[in-house]
């Protein structure tokens, strides 16, 4: 099997913030959040209104994603924090396991997985050049476990059934931010394709999202060919409880 290609790291970190700034950041991040919600997603109509088709569809484009972490080198969570995913996780993944984190971004989660024993290697990928130096910069290469490359998950160059699992947190949701619903099915088909390709038979794909089952199931049942295991997940904060949703498809055994 072809092994995926890291890239060296370098030294240096990114700038810090103040508590002022990321107070700011958190609020408008939570409300961009809300923005993934497409037709169908309850209980958020009153945040979805205030983007219009037009904002929203800005986050299914990879020049819009490029162009913020160029703006902002700073570690951010989207959606939920490793608090909130690690319960989840653990008994998905393992200490033996080649794990790729699609869509990475900004997010540590990859690094998460890998110092929690939950991986023995992560691949973390992303479709901006950006965040992967910054990333990679950040955090390094854990003497080769910790790998971060710059791929397009609709359009994976790895070999097909590398992984053991597969985890994304907001992309699927960013694709499905698209202007039309033709633009969402492609998007959506195939980023799930890609990541079921690239599992190994039995390997786990984990999508953390934003979306209702109404909606996200469709999507995943039409790429897997079954409905994923649904857990729904509450967060607290100071609005109030927001569920969000974790689906998980089985890659059917030959």
């Not at 290609?5 to 609020?27: F, H, I, K, V, Y």
């Not at 949701?173 to 033709?182: E, R, T």
Request: charged share 25%.
């Amino acid at each position: 099997s072809r092994r995926p290609g890291g890239r060296l790291a370098r030294g240096g970190r990114g700038r810090a913030m103040d508590l002022g700034e990321l107070l700011s950041r958190t609020e408008r991040q939570r409300q961009e959040a809300a923005a993934f919600t497409v037709e169908g997603d309850g209980g958020q109509a009153a945040a979805v209104a205030r983007h219009d088709g037009s904002e929203r569809a800005q986050y299914s484009e990879a020049s819009y994603w490029e162009e913020r972490y160029a703006a902002e080198d700073a570690v951010f969570e989207w959606l939920l924090t490793w608090e909130d995913v690690a319960p989840l996780l653990a008994p998905l993944l393992g200490p033996s396991l080649q794990v790729l984190h699609l869509g990475c971004g900004n997010s540590r989660m990859g690094v998460d997985v890998l110092e929690a024993g939950l991986a023995q290697r992560v691949i973390n990928c992303d479709i901006s050049p950006t965040v992967i130096d910054q990333m990679m910069a950040r955090f390094g290469d854990a003497e080769g476990r910790l790998m971060w490359d710059v791929e397009d998950a609709t359009q994976l160059s790895y070999t097909d059934g590398f992984y053991d699992a597969v985890v994304d947190k907001g992309t699927l949701d960013a694709l499905l931010c698209a202007a039309s619903q033709g633009a969402k099915e492609q998007g959506a088909a195939a980023l799930l394709g890609e990541a079921l390709r690239v599992l190994r038979p039995g390997g786990r794909l984990v999508v953390l999202s934003f979306g209702q089952p109404e909606v996200r199931e469709r999507y995943i049942r039409a790429a897997a060919g079954a409905a994923p295991e649904y857990t729904p997940v509450m967060k607290a904060g100071p609005a109030g409880n927001t569920t969000y949703h974790m689906y998980v498809v089985t890659k059917p055994l030959p």
